[in-house]
């Protein structure tokens, strides 16, 4: 079946300007999981949703960073007013209940370069 | 807070030689261990993970790791590694009576020299 699959695969902006970066999980998962990895790092969270709701945003850094998942099923994780630091490649991932022992499936990421 | 330490940033060996990947984490609660495997170009996917039980777990490409809850310590190991085990391995830990988000290491690149 299809896996976890994210748009677009790279992004190339301007500091200053609105970026969103769309996730579209596995069918019939219910946990979808948003990471930053910047280059030379392991993945930090970012946030979880489990449903339409945002369960845990614990790893937002700050409030440039919004994600919705309004129906349930495909996110989009939106950056306001984008900073060079922001530059990193963004993992969605989903699992099929969100439990801590459940495996989470990994997309291949947005890389996002902010000029 | 828990922390994940991979204690190696690079690892170089050739094939067919054996490789420990180590993995140290710290946390107060109980945590689940797992590690993925980056290969170039494609995302990230479960190498295997430790839940409970037999302290040695088997994964996929023959992989195995052993958990060693004195040492805090989930090291991965195989005895013969192939070419085409070049990637980025990271370990992770998610918190017991917590959501499922991974806490991950820094990753360990492994590279197979022929």
């Known amino acids: 079946g299809a896996g976890v699959s994210q748009t677009p695969s790279n992004k190339v902006t301007e500091k200053g300007k609105y970026v969103e970066l769309r996730c579209d999980p596995i069918s019939g998962h219910t946990a979808l999981y948003w990471y930053r990895q910047s280059l030379g790092q392991g993945p930090e969270f970012l946030i979880y949703?489990?449903?339409?709701?945002?369960?845990?945003d614990s790893g937002l850094p700050n409030d440039r960073f919004f994600a919705v998942r309004p129906e349930g099923s495909v996110s989009t994780l939106k950056i306001q007013r984008t900073e060079r630091g922001d530059s990193a490649v963004y993992l969605c991932a989903s699992s099929l209940t969100g439990s801590q022992v459940d495996e989470q499936f990994f997309g291949p990421g947005t890389r996002l370069t902010v000029l | 807070a828990q922390s994940v330490t991979q204690l190696d940033s690079q690892v170089p060996v050739f094939e067919e030689a054996p490789v420990e990947l180590r993995c140290n984490y710290s946390s107060s609660v109980s945590v689940y261990l797992f590690w993925y495997v980056q290969y170039p170009n494609q995302g990230l996917q479960l190498l295997l993970k430790y839940l409970s039980g037999s302290t040695l777990v088997k994964g996929i490409n023959g992989f195995e790791a052993e958990f060693n809850k004195s040492q805090t310590s989930f090291h991965l190991r195989k005895p013969s590694v192939h070419i085409s085990d070049t990637a980025e391995y990271f370990c992770?830990?998610?918190?017991?009576?917590?959501?499922?988000?991974?806490?991950f290491g820094q990753g360990t690149t492994l590279q197979v020299k022929p």
């Open positions: 992770a830990v998610t918190v017991s009576g917590n959501t499922g988000k991974l806490i």
């Open positions: 949703f489990q449903g339409t709701g945002a369960a845990d």
